[in-house]
């Protein structure tokens, strides 16, 4: 038996037979442990891998989906690279000296993915920070002047009841709606500017310093956010109202469609009406969102369509109104799988009317979503409400003549709580078509060229019956003599 050394480190066993001519090599169990760990090393690396590929194919997703995302990164980068040059130009870090870092962590605090809500804050920090630094240094010079013994407790005393203070006010609607950030920012600057002035001798210089430093990160991420590929508030909101709308008409005529398909085959559906069955879900979980585009709309200045004083509280009017009719949808939608089999003869007596109503609710709720898609008034909204309420009329005089006595009750109770709901629907759509037209009062809509050709070619016609008339009296008149 003989032992080798490998050049790899390993030994090797070789057995030497009796007459010499065959041996055998014998591996060691080292080799086999490390074959184990090369393997475990192996799956532990492409389980890394995958992970990682996962991560980055769901990042690149994301960014093809909105790329809003990718421009927003783009931006952050680009201002947060502007302000960088307060460190490296001299000029400019002489100018600030090391309170540039301010400048530094205003424009991350601040800057939002939207316009409207990074000049909020915008605005916020820069009075919340002048304010307290200001209210701090009058604090600074009466406490210097009381002497040294008083001025602790006139520091403190002041930080803790303007503290308290402007907390309580983070506390009150009207304030936290628009003014929640300035608050938090005031009781930062006015401790921090209170506390350091106790300590340092040129407090003057420092809070100046530093609000500068403030005014243009603040300054910078309003251009920025301006200037390169905006998004707006607002814009979102008038986007995030005519999609709300065009779901719910589609849901709608989805949910009617399905629930008379379940109870007899008298509605028709395919897989894309199926889809679109569930988007009332999609308008329930939207009013978070529509208040705090609505908040963030206030601030922007006027852009694009719509004017400074444009009335965006009103969008919120309409969202409510929306979301009224997708909780009747909602239990609407409850009662397509019901457990109660309707009998045919009662399905067939309401169905057509049933969804005669439906698609005459969602013709109106279309109009209303190019009224406010366009922007432009439109002139057939009212006769579109009006074959609504004819078929919600014909839909209640087929439910007076429903057949009580041949069906039990039980089974009438799904067609009775569909038409009351359908009915109800109307009633809400409604409250919609009054939102949007108060809404297009308040905002001056125009009218689409269509409907200017229509009320130019009424005009024309009342012209010629007017004359028309004339020419009789005069006919008459000559008559008569």
Not at 15 to 26: R, W
Not at 244 to 271: H, I, P, Q, R, V
């Amino acid at each position: 038996m003989e032992q080798k050394q490998q050049p790899n480190g390993e030994l090797e066993w070789r057995i030497n037979l009796g007459d010499g001519s065959s041996s055998k090599t014998l591996v060691p169990e080292a080799g086999i442990t490390r074959r184990a760990w090369q393997g475990l090393k192996g799956l532990i690396e492409s389980f890394l891998v995958k992970k990682v590929w996962r991560f980055l194919k769901k990042a690149w997703d994301l960014g093809v989906d909105d790329p809003r995302i990718f421009f927003h990164c783009l931006k952050v980068g680009i201002a947060l690279s502007i302000v960088s040059l307060f460190y490296y130009m001299r000029p400019l870090y002489d100018g600030f000296g090391g309170n540039a870092m301010w400048a530094v962590m205003t424009v991350v605090v601040v800057f939002e993915n939207n316009v409207g809500a990074s000049v909020c804050k915008c605005l916020n920090r820069i009075c919340g920070t002048s304010l307290a630094g200001s209210l701090a240094f009058c604090v600074h010079y009466l406490a210097s002047k009381s002497g040294h013994k008083f001025e602790p407790f006139i520091v403190g005393t002041s930080v803790f009841l303007l503290a308290s203070v402007a907390t309580f006010s983070r506390f009150i609607p009207s304030v936290k709606a628009r003014f929640d950030y300035g608050a938090m920012i005031f009781i930062l600057t006015f401790s921090l500017v209170s506390l350091s002035g106790y300590r340092v001798d040129e407090l003057l210089d420092m809070a100046h310093e530093r609000i500068s430093t403030i005014i243009v990160g603040t300054s910078l991420c309003i251009l920025v956010s301006m200037l390169i590929c905006p998004i707006w508030a607002g814009g979102e909101l008038h986007a995030l109202i005519n999609r709300n709308m065009d779901k719910l008409a589609n849901s709608l005529e989805g949910c009617t469609g399905e629930f008379f398909k379940s109870n007899g085959g008298l509605g028709e559906s395919n897989k894309e009406s199926n889809e679109k069955l569930l988007g009332f879900k999609c308008i329930l979980a939207s009013k978070a969102n529509e208040e705090t585009m609505a908040k963030f709309a206030l601030w922007e200045p006027a852009h694009g369509q719509f004017n400074y004083k444009h009335p965006w509280k009103q969008y919120l009017k309409i969202g409510a109104s929306i979301r009224s009719c997708a909780y009747c949808l909602e239990a609407l939608n409850a009662c397509i799988n019901s457990d109660h089999k309707i009998p045919e003869s009662i399905m067939k007596h309401v169905s057509d009317t049933c969804l005669r109503v439906s698609s005459n609710a969602s013709s109106v709720i279309r109009e209303l979503a190019e009224t406010i898609k366009t922007m432009k008034r439109s002139s057939t909204i009212d006769v579109l409400v009006g074959e609504m309420n004819s078929s919600v009329q014909e839909l209640q005089e087929d439910l007076k003549s429903l057949p009580q006595n041949e069906t039990p009750i039980i089974d009438m109770i799904p067609v009775l709580t569909c038409v009351s709901l359908l009915i109800e629907i109307a009633n809400r759509v409604e409250a919609i078509v009054d939102a949007v037209k108060e809404l297009s009062k308040l905002a001056d809509f125009g009218f689409r060229d269509q409907d200017k050709s229509n009320q130019n070619q009424s005009k024309s016609d009342g012209n010629i019956m007017q004359e028309k008339r004339r020419v009789e009296e005069t006919m008459m008149a000559l008559q008569r003599v």
